[in-house]
């Protein structure tokens, strides 16, 4: 599994983290850098859309921050396991009332990881969203 490195510029405020499409194994992870006019966004809202399924799938999506000085990433937020077509919303801030798998109340760090982990070979349809709030 290979990790794509992305950047997202300072005002941008809604990114595709993964755009539809039907998976049956564990696609590439996402990194995501916010540069620009500094650091302006302490929180994340990610929309995972799953629209079809096949037998029984099991989905997880985490988000991870990153540390560049050792190279090694932690858990912010990870989702209960997806197995049915469903809309799923994952949310990060300080301040929010922390919720087991949807809500976690932490502010987002400058580098941050997308992971979305397939259980089993069984097929299911999704996208992620990504809104920086």
Do not use: C
Not at 22 to 38: Q, S
Not at 124 to 131: A, C, E, L, Q, V
Request: aromatic letters at 6%; a negative charge.
């Amino acid at each position: 599994m290979a990790n794509n490195i992305r950047q997202l510029t300072a005002g941008s405020t809604y990114f595709q983290v993964m755009a539809s499409a039907a998976r049956t194994a564990t696609p590439d992870t996402e990194e995501f850098e916010i540069t620009g006019r500094g650091y302006e966004y302490s929180g994340l809202h990610l929309i995972i859309d799953a629209t079809a399924v096949t037998a029984t799938p099991a989905l997880t999506v985490t988000v991870s921050g990153v540390d560049r000085v050792s190279g090694k990433t932690y858990t912010i937020l990870q989702s209960a396991v997806i197995a049915t077509a469903v809309t799923t919303v994952l949310r990060i801030g300080v301040g929010l009332t922390p919720a087991a798998n949807t809500v976690a109340s932490d502010s987002l760090p400058p580098v941050f990881r997308v992971t979305a982990a397939h259980g089993d070979a069984d097929s299911i349809t999704y996208s992620i969203g990504g809104m920086l709030v």
